[in-house]
């Protein structure tokens, strides 16, 4: 086509590259603050503490005790598919909720972050905003990592204009602060509102639970979903080819109009999961009524060859080798724990 000017190729810069995988890994402050929890968890911390304010869209702050961060691997820290959770040669074995060392360089370039981290005896920060880095400089701190990020998206503000209330943000970033709370039971949570200054308000608080794992998870799902969720809730244990299925479902009778109360984790790992939500309505199905929802909390755990949570970059759903096996392990599982509750089906349940 003669008239029309080709345009030339060019390799896109490490800021703009950056900012368009941020579209897909930021998708608005919750987004932010899960990366830098799970961050946080990564490291191993036992206490993460997260402060917000205006619905994290000014100043989001994960602080941690974890393992930190040497000071000369910062840089690297905020480099695009740098990460030391993975050495890249088998995708699928994966122990960490990170691994495709995007947040922190996605962060950056889409907001004001600083990171200050202590590994052995100094301390050190450095700062990216707009996909600017900084240098490194000695800081103080007496463990652990925090990292802050402050006017998110300022520099992308059209993602700006898509941000909700500071309300609606705030409950968001809530959501996932507890759906984390529950994946971790033995860690303690935070998580403080600093919109009005000062010391912020504690809006959310788990101290570390003890016990057994079963014990921790009934008080952290206490501590998050309810006393009234806890107390009636049965206990879930069961497996088969490979898959291990844990957690906590409600009885019939502590159903919900609607699906809130509803977690689902796969290996650690907070998920979304059609198939699974699919799974937990059919155990149900002849237990509750069609606008009733079932409430639990269930973790399968499996093998990390027999799932790929490399579906997407916010991690959120998963895909098994054998899709049949995960369902039907939900269904008998859940289906032999109401029986056993004595809870027959609702159509042969007199009043
Ligand atoms: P990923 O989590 O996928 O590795 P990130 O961009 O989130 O990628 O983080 C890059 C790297 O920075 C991590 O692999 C880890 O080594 C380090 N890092 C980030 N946050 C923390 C933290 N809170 N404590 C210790 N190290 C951290
Ligand atoms: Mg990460």
Not at 142 to 150: A, W
Not at 174 to 188: G, I, Q, T, Y
């Amino acid at each position: 086509n003669i008239g029309v000017e080709r345009p030339a190729i060019r390799q896109l810069d490490e800021a703009a590259i950056n900012r368009i995988a941020a579209g897909e890994v930021v998708e608005r402050p919750a987004s932010a603050v899960k990366e830098l929890v799970e961050n946080a968890l990564d490291a191993g911390a036992r206490r993460v503490d997260v402060a917000v304010a205006a619905g994290g869209k000014t100043l989001i702050r994960v602080a941690d005790d974890g393992h930190g961060i040497a000071a000369a691997d910062l840089p690297l820290a905020l480099s695009r598919h740098a990460t030391s959770k993975i050495d890249g040669s088998d995708l699928l074995n994966i122990h960490s909720f990170g691994f495709r060392g995007e947040a922190l360089p996605s962060l950056g370039a889409v907001g004001r972050l600083k990171i200050t981290s202590r590994a052995g005896a100094e301390a050190a920060e450095i700062l990216v905003a707009g996909g600017q880095m900084g240098a490194v400089k000695p800081a103080a701190l007496n463990q652990g990592t925090v990292v802050e990020l402050r006017d998110l998206f300022f520099a992308t503000p059209a993602r700006l204009k898509f941000l909700r209330s500071d309300r609606a943000e705030m409950q968001a970033i809530s959501e996932v602060v507890k759906r984390l709370a529950m994946a971790e039971p033995f860690v303690s949570f935070t998580l403080r509102d600093m919109s009005g200054g000062g010391e912020g308000r504690v809006t959310f608080r788990a101290d570390a639970e003890t016990g057994d794992m079963f014990d921790a998870l009934h008080g952290r799902l206490a501590r998050v979903m309810g006393a009234e969720f806890a107390e009636n809730a049965l206990r879930i244990d069961a497996g088969r080819e490979g898959l291990h299925l844990t957690g906590y479902a409600a009885l019939p009778t502590y159903s919900r109009g609607s699906a809130v109360a509803q977690y689902l984790f796969v290996n650690g790992r907070p998920v979304r999961d059609k198939l699974l939500v699919g799974a937990l309505r059919g155990a149900y199905a002849d237990f509750l009524s069609r606008d009733r929802h079932p409430a639990a909390a269930l973790f399968l755990d499996c093998d990390p060859h027999l799932v790929d949570v490399n579906v997407h970059p916010a991690k959120a759903e998963v895909r098994f080798r054998e899709p049949g096996v995960a369902r039907g392990l939900i269904v008998s599982a859940l289906r032999h724990a109401l029986a056993g509750a004595g809870h027959r089906a609702s159509s042969t349940v007199a009043g």
